[in-house]
Every structure is written in structure tokens, then in C-alpha cells.
């Protein structure tokens, strides 16, 4: 609930997206992931996808309050980069796709832990399996679309479009592993287990 609260009044004081540091990040990404979570608990109503998104963004509040302790959590920006339309638009959307891989890996590894202590019912398979098959494409158009606004930003920011620096490869890498696991679904490549597993890699 602080970080939370102390988002919403770094929004409230600068004016702009909290996506503007790892810290925000990291919190927006929770958000995300519990979002998708309520989403996902309108389609299937099992309560897993609930349950998983709420570890997960449990998990990313714990990473969000150990990066708070490493210095300022309300820097300024780069004046080439002080721009609330892009933040508005690439760093949330890249965002939300970061926030569906990581829910897909939480589903795959519920779906092993479900299946390594016991036999569980197909139907639960079923349903994890469909659940993650949405997310991941989600995470793809997500991660794709926020990639090339990305690379539009820094066209306009830089004079390139794309500089081959750790944040654009990780983001090409994401959107490259979703579409490996997709295609690899679709021909036929990989099944269930596999799917499941994969996803658990994009993590």
C-alpha cells in the first residue's frame, strides 16, 4: 500500500507516468499483473490465474522496495528524455507487455507445481494452459508495439532508431522469445508442457 501511495504522489508532484525509474517500474509492473489477473479471473473463474497474479505482484512490490533502498526514488530525468507523451504511451505499453511475460512464467511454473506434487485434473491443465496462451499474446503485441514507439522516441530523441544498448536488446529479446513460443505452438513444435515450460524461460 506505500509504494502504492507513494506512486500516486510522485505522479501528483513531477506531472508525469510513474514509469520514470526501475523503482516506479517495477511497481507499475505489479499493477499490471494484477490487472491482467482480474482479467484473467473474469474468463476462467477457477481463481489460479487470481491466485498466481497476486504472488506475482507480490513479489514484484518486494522487488520495488529493495530498489527503493538504493538511492532516489524521485531523480530528475534527462531533459532528452523528459517527454510525458512518451512516457505516456512506449513506457507504459512496453510495460504492460513486461508485465504479461512475467505472469505467463508465474503461470507456467504454477502449472509444474501443480502437475510435479500431484496428478492434477485436465480441466485445470486446460484452463492454465489458455491462460497463458492469452497472456503470451498479449505480451507479444504489447512488447512489440512498445518496442517500435521505443524506437520512434529515440529516432526523435538520438537521431536513431535503434542503438543496440541493454534496454532495446532485452526488449527485442522478449518480443523474440513470445513470438518463438507462439510459432512454436503453432506448428506443432511444442505441446502443452512444452508451452508451459517456455514460458516459464521468458521470465
Known amino acids: 500500500i506505500f509504494h502504492t501511495l507513494g506512486i500516486l504522489a510522485r505522479m501528483i508532484i513531477q506531472g508525469r507516468p510513474p514509469v520514470t525509474n526501475l523503482y516506479s517500474s517495477a511497481v507499475v509492473v505489479g499493477w499490471g499483473i494484477v490487472a491482467l489477473g482480474l482479467l484473467l479471473h473474469r474468463l476462467f473463474p477457477n481463481k489460479i490465474g487470481l491466485l498466481v497474479s497476486a504472488i506475482s505482484g507480490w513479489i514484484t512490490l518486494i522487488i520495488a522496495h529493495h ?14 528524455l523528459d517527454s510525458n507523451f512518451w512516457l505516456a504511451t512506449h513506457v507504459i505499453i512496453i510495460t504492460l507487455g513486461y508485465s504479461g511475460t512475467f505472469l505467463a512464467g508465474a503461470l507456467g511454473i504454477a502449472y509444474v507445481l501443480m502437475n510435479g506434487f500431484k496428478k492434477t485434473i485436465g480441466s485445470i491443465n486446460q484452463s492454465l494452459y489458455k491462460m497463458c ?23 526523435q530523441s538520438w537521431g536513431r532508431f535503434w542503438g543496440w544498448d541493454p534496454k ?23 505441446h502443452e508442457r512444452g508451452f508451459m515450460c517456455a514460458a516459464i524461460f521468458g521470465n
Open 67 to 80: 530498489l527503493s533502498l538504493h538511492g532516489d526514488t524521485l531523480e530528475m530525468m534527462q531533459a532528452v
Open 168 to 190: 532495446e536488446n532485452g526488449a527485442l529479446l522478449i518480443v523474440i522469445w513470445n513470438a518463438i513460443i507462439l510459432h512454436a505452438r503453432l506448428d506443432g513444435t511444442i
Open 133 to 155: 496462451f492469452g497472456i503470451i499474446c498479449f505480451s507479444l503485441l504489447f512488447s512489440f508495439i512498445g518496442t517500435v514507439l521505443g524506437g520512434i522516441w529515440a529516432d
